[in-house]
């Protein structure tokens, strides 16, 4: 796709992506790599017994981090820029939880793209992560991503 394309698409919807598991497997993964070792992440029976959750739920920053893999299902390549870079985020917002062995996918709305020196943009989507049967997403989110 040409950037002139991309530029057309402001205000749309980019895509959704595939439905992707988030269970308790990669949970436990996450809480040993980050050290974030939360009962609501680990342990089942007290999550059930102490909180209104009902077992244990994913890390907020897992599900985040899961945006990286979700929006590459649905974000275009563009001719001639082959290196996209994390340039952050804004407005983050976690609105619920994402209980182990849910599933999620996530759907963008570009919102702005911005030529910031010759040959790189700046490209702002608007991502909605939801889980399968719950009417609150997981979270809302402005990606910023460098194409260069």
Known sequence: MEIDDLHQKIGQELGTSDWFCVDQARIDAFADVTKDRQFIHLDAE?????????????????????????????????????????????????????????RIRATLI????????????LVECDARVEI???DKPALLVTTLGLYM
């Open 46 to 102: 007290r999550a059930a017994r102490e909180t209104d959750l009902g077992g244990t739920i994913a890390h907020g920053y897992l599900t985040l981090s899961l945006l990286t893999y979700l929006s590459g299902q649905i974000m275009p390549k563009l001719d001639g820029l082959n290196t996209i870079i994390n340039y952050g985020l804004n407005r983050l917002r976690f609105l619920h939880p994402v209980p182990a062995g849910s």
């Open 132 to 134: 399968e049967g719950v």
């Open 110 to 121: 570009l919102s702005k793209v911005t030529e910031r020196q010759k040959g790189s943009y």
